[in-house]
């Protein structure tokens, strides 16, 4: 296993308010590497005296600081030499990716890569926005505005921390919000790295903050009433959790939660594109990511085929080491969420499913994470592993009588996130997907693509990122009306 080594500039440090400042207390998070399971390194943990007065910056640099009235090119300045320093450190953002999460080298580079693009499609974005836009009225004259919401509280999960926590630190920070980011505690490193960027972009004092802290103090953070928005990106049952607390006490929230997004294959569909499609959708991050389509809907006729290609590319798929760049897939980040998913198999198995492939640990890879790629064939839509979200690389093949009953079995599902048809008939493609319910839908692919909308229906969550809609979810709409 290869031992790269991830160096953080203030590794005894916290990241409050524009400073990094020593931590309340002597705790600390070890990182674990999932592809040995040994201890690479340590980061300081946020407590509640670190969180209190990351939130203290945050409220006095909105209520008085210059951030919320600098004018928008003057932000987006200093958004883009944010950009320019992460654009320096990719390398060492990859590298910090795959220490923590254990993807693989070559997808992180390649996530990497295009982070400050992010940042520069926001401040394009930003510059057509309508904050203000004059409207006629009787008697006078009205101006709607649209102005920073005001102190953000963004939690962002293990999974992709870099780029779900830009998609909601650059339009709240470009429209004039402040901030404080809380990363998940098994995966602070891109984050702090991130937080070294800033450092050096420019941002006033109290603008940003990005503490990692566990759940407890994530708690504290979202009950604040100094905070006015919560933005959460993670599993359904959390989310419902911290909605509550918000509508409680009436603050703003947007929530991007889980999904179980099926793949409806088309019998016109050629099944040697359709497969490594599949896979590479299935298996981002070992199956670790909300939009993976693991659900695969096709007709009797076609079953047998498709569920025998699909074992064979699956069975094909080269694990191992995350640093070593032949590999197609890492593992899994943590024990716990190993035992989670080898507890689905043993689920899908009882009710019924045939493993076609995979299963099981892999066999020469004692150490850390690893679960091998899995093919369910004979699941139904009522199984467990058909309508939870299992996390990981196992994805469920169901058969479907028509289409008629492929589009209700898609929609047989409390999620509503992302969805995929696979046909070569463009009409009957988009005749199906105005029926499907989820927030994105794609022929032939994938379907979430950086800096359009993201989110979904039902309970995959409220509001969109990573489009122009994003900064509706951290404005306040405001009527400036003058009599004749």
């Avoid at 060492?92 to 923590?100: F, G, K, M, Q």
């Avoid at 254990?102 to 510059?127: D, P, W």
């Avoid at 898609?410 to 509503?416: H, L, M, R, S, V």
Wanted: hydrophobic share 45%; aromatic share 6%; net charge negative.
């Amino acid at each position: 296993m290869s031992q790269s080594v991830v160096r953080l500039k203030h590794a005894d440090r916290l990241y409050i308010g524009g400073e990094w400042l020593p931590p309340s207390t002597d705790r600390r998070f070890e990182i674990v590497h999932p592809g040995t399971a040994d201890i690479r390194l340590s980061v300081p943990e946020a407590r509640e005296a670190d969180m209190d007065r990351a939130v203290s910056s945050a409220r006095e640099a909105f209520d008085h600081g210059a951030w919320p009235r600098m004018s928008l090119s003057e932000r987006c300045a200093c958004m883009l030499h944010w950009a320019d320093m992460l654009d320096a450190r990719a390398e060492d953002l990859a590298v910090a990716y795959t220490t923590e999460i254990g993807a693989t080298i070559r997808s992180t580079r390649q996530n990497m890569a295009y982070m400050s693009s992010l940042i520069r499609h926001g401040v394009k974005l930003a510059e057509a926005f309508a904050f203000e836009e004059e409207m006629p009225v009787p008697g006078g004259k009205a101006v709607v505005t649209k102005e920073p919401v005001g102190v953000v509280a963004a939690i962002v999960p293990w999974n992709f921390p870099a780029h779900l926590g830009l998609i909601k630190m650059v339009p709240a920070l470009i429209v004039g919000c402040t901030m404080v980011v809380k990363p998940s505690p098994e995966a602070p490193l891109d984050m702090i790295l991130m937080a070294e960027c800033a450092d050096l972009a420019g941002f006033p004092k109290g603008v940003l903050s990005i503490v990692q802290a566990d759940r407890d103090v994530g708690d504290r953070l979202i009950r604040d009433l100094r905070v006015d928005k919560v933005s959460f990106t993670g599993s359904t049952a959390a989310g419902r959790h911290i909605g509550a607390v918000c509508m409680d006490r009436v603050a703003r929230v947007s929530l991007e939660l889980g999904g179980k997004s099926p793949a409806i294959i088309l019998d016109d569909a050629p099944m040697e594109a359709v497969v490594p499609r599949l896979v590479r959708m299935s298996t981002l991050i070992s199956g670790q990511a909300c939009m993976s389509l693991t659900r695969v809907l096709v007709s009797e006729a076609k079953a047998p085929a498709l569920e025998e290609a699909l074992a064979a590319a699956y069975a094909a798929i080269r694990i191992g080491d995350p640093f070593d760049e032949t590999i197609d897939m890492g593992p899994l980040i943590n024990a716990r969420q190993r035992d989670r998913v080898e507890g689905y198999v043993a689920t899908g198995t009882r009710q019924g499913a045939r493993i076609a492939t995979g299963g099981r640990r892999p066999t020469g890879l004692d150490a850390g994470f690893f679960f091998e790629p899995t093919v369910f064939a004979g699941v139904t839509n009522d199984m467990t592993i058909a309508q939870e979200e299992i996390f990981g690389p196992v994805i469920s093949v169901i058969r479907y009588r028509d289409e008629g009953d492929a589009v209700a079995l898609a929609n047989d599902t409390p999620y509503g996130l992302n969805a995929a048809i696979f046909t070569e008939d463009a009409d009957r493609f988009r005749d199906m997907a105005g029926r499907i319910r989820a927030g994105t839908v794609a022929q032939n692919a994938l379907g979430p693509q950086i800096n359009m909308p993201f989110g979904g229906f039902k309970q995959s969550g409220i509001g969109r990122e990573g489009g122009v809609e994003a900064f509706e979810l951290y404005t306040e709409v405001k009527v400036i009306y003058q009599a004749a």
